[in-house]
């Protein structure tokens, strides 16, 4: 074990210090800040870190009915005489944000004025049963969501729209897209660079090399992949807490992703998020290193991870099924506000598990899948190779 704690050291080193490891994560880091601060920064986007009376407030028919008040109505008469709503003059800001929301499940300022609650909660119900009727769910499926629904009925959680939370939870799938870039330029050459160099065999005739060194180059680029995933989240995460504060987390989700039966806080929302994305650091980590081993070759590593990131971009219908629930799980787009309206369930251990629950026990399988695979590829080089 000894050997393997220094050998473990000696890699990680080995890869840290490789000038690609620190100009690419610098980059995507860059990237990743620019992209959180650019419409603050360049944009001149104006931040409102004010407390709001409203926050932490239900959204009900008192709320709505104060939200009246403060706003006035602009409007603007047609050719035949028909009076219709051109916008929103806002008296008092505090409740400028809400109507906004209402606008948009309204699709008009004049529903979103006039909107109660009963029609406030009728309309977000529809919108989430067309949802769940677009997606072909089975049966069992439909009344999972039906008994969650009337076990939490909607109320909605009134929070500031200016969010490092909500932003947080709708920004962070750049993070992950940025960590595949990183990773798969670090980690691509774990394995490869040992054939290339034509140091494999004088590896493999060593006391270590047969098994220890394996183990100990696979867990140090697990843990170059989780700290290069660990700066990106520390550069979206910490930029949109930096920029509008830490406030917030205890309104609901559905003000940041839309309607929604998955009920929580957006606070909730971002830690299911962030441990998403730690293990996807892993999986990235593992398929890099498995495709190091496996092809000897790391432009093919890379290419084969780049072509992962373009096929996720393709959005399949729902009617193809099994293949659309599969296609669900690519990692590099799993971590998108879309996912909380995907309610297709995954049955395991004898419970039925949300997509958001699921991800992460499939990401570990795969990767310790992936592991196996490595660790035979590994073996059977060292009878088979050169």
Known sequence: MKNIGTMYRYEVRKILCRKITFIVLALVTLIMIAINAGEYIIG????????IEIVGRTVDDSLLSEMREAIDPKNATLEDGESVSIGIGVRDRTYEPLINYLFMLGGN???????????LYKTFDEMIDTKIEEQYLTEKEKAYWEKRREDNPDKLTYGKIQNGYGDSVTIIYVASLLALIAIAATLSGVFSDETGLKTDALIF?????KKRLMIAKFFAGITVGVFETAVLLLACV????????????????????GPTAMDMKVG??????????LIIGILYSVIAMCLSQVTHNSLAVVAVLMFMWLMSMVNLPDSLGVIKRIWGF?????????TFTDYHLVW????????IEAAPVIYIMIAA???VITKISYNRYQVKGR
């Open 44 to 51: 001149g986007k104006s931040v409102n870190n004010e407390e």
């Open 109 to 119: 300022y004049d529903k979103a004025y006039n909107m109660s609650e009963e029609g």
């Open 205 to 209: 005739s060593s006391v270590n090399g």
């Open 238 to 257: 910490g930029t949109e807490f930096a920029i509008l504060g830490m406030s917030g987390s205890e309104a609901s989700v559905q003000f940041f992703v």
């Open 268 to 277: 909730k929302a971002l830690i299911w998020y962030v441990c998403i994305m």
């Open 330 to 338: 690519l990692p590099v787009t799993f971590l998108g506000s879309w």
């Open 348 to 355: 395991f251990f004898g419970r039925h598990l949300t997509i």
């Open 369 to 371: 899948i992936l592991t």
